[in-house]
């Protein structure tokens, strides 16, 4: 499994360029990237599609040429293989069949954005590319909204206003960075809430990196108030309490008794 760059081909490691030359075939996204990225290199091995749509049936011939006694590379367009990407059919199958998968490392769009977003990186959240249907891709963001790790994930140029609107409906005053064209000439990072994104940007090229603040627990506090009491109690009883301590502190956020709590659940 080698990493290759996502946008600057200097970003490449020796590592890389030895194992792509070592081994017999190499399995890629497109040919024609791979194609470009191997001959700005002087390396010339026969390429084989390998992606989302063929991974099922290529997994087999990628286990077959090992089977065989060949080294096989697999490769992304850009980046780590797997990360929103295919190759994990490979590396599971192979592992059953104690084979042998040796990774070597490159450079990550959403490693680098996040390096590079000024926003904490102790505890991430990382989901790569959501639904492409604006309903579901909302629903996911509703899920993941009362995180408090930051959150990272891709979105595609044509969707990515969609998804700010989504953002500035359900977090609106979190911070949040937009990375684009990393490592490329025109690299930027926009940083702001996402209204204030939604007012800069104009037509954007390329994949994008959003790196996203985590909620804060008074943000946290605000929504479960504003909320109903049924939803209050369940976030409570999800966290683990029982229903007398969920009623206790839903009364406490609340400001009222724990008997106005008592009486407005079992009403329901």
């Known amino acids: 499994m080698v990493g290759v760059p996502i946008g600057n081909l200097d970003d490449i490691t020796l590592r890389a360029i030895k194992t792509l030359q070592k081994v017999e075939v190499i399995y890629c996204e497109d040919t024609r990237v791979t194609k470009k990225l191997l001959n700005h290199f002087d390396i010339h091995k026969p390429l084989r599609s390998y992606h989302t749509f063929n991974e099922n049936e290529i997994t087999k011939d990628v286990l077959e040429f090992i089977r065989k006694g060949q080294n096989v590379a697999i490769v992304s367009d850009a980046g780590m293989p797997i990360i929103s990407d295919p190759g994990f059919l490979a590396v599971r199958e192979a592992i059953k069949m104690d084979i042998d998968v040796v990774v070597v490392p490159g450079p990550s769009a959403f490693i680098t954005a996040l390096v590079g977003s000024g926003i904490a990186s102790n505890r991430i959240v990382f989901t790569g590319f959501l639904n492409s249907g604006d309903h579901k891709r909302k629903k996911e963001l509703e899920k993941l909204k009362d995180i408090e790790e930051t959150l990272i994930l891709y979105e595609s140029p044509h969707r990515i206003k969609e998804t700010l609107m989504m953002l500035d409906e359900l977090m609106p005053n979190r911070h949040i960075c937009l990375a684009r064209e990393l490592t490329k000439p025109y690299e930027e990072y926009l940083h702001g809430t996402p209204h204030e994104i939604l007012e800069v940007i104009d037509e954007i090229k390329g994949e994008i990196v959003l790196v996203i603040e985590g909620a804060t627990r008074k ?20 966290q683990g309490l029982d229903e007398k301590n969920a009623m206790k502190m839903v009364a406490k956020d609340r400001g009222v008794s724990k008997s106005q709590i008592y009486q407005q659940v079992k009403k329901k």
């Open 219 to 238: 943000e946290m506090k605000e929504d479960l108030i504003a909320s109903t009491i049924e939803k209050h109690m369940q976030y409570y009883l999800e």
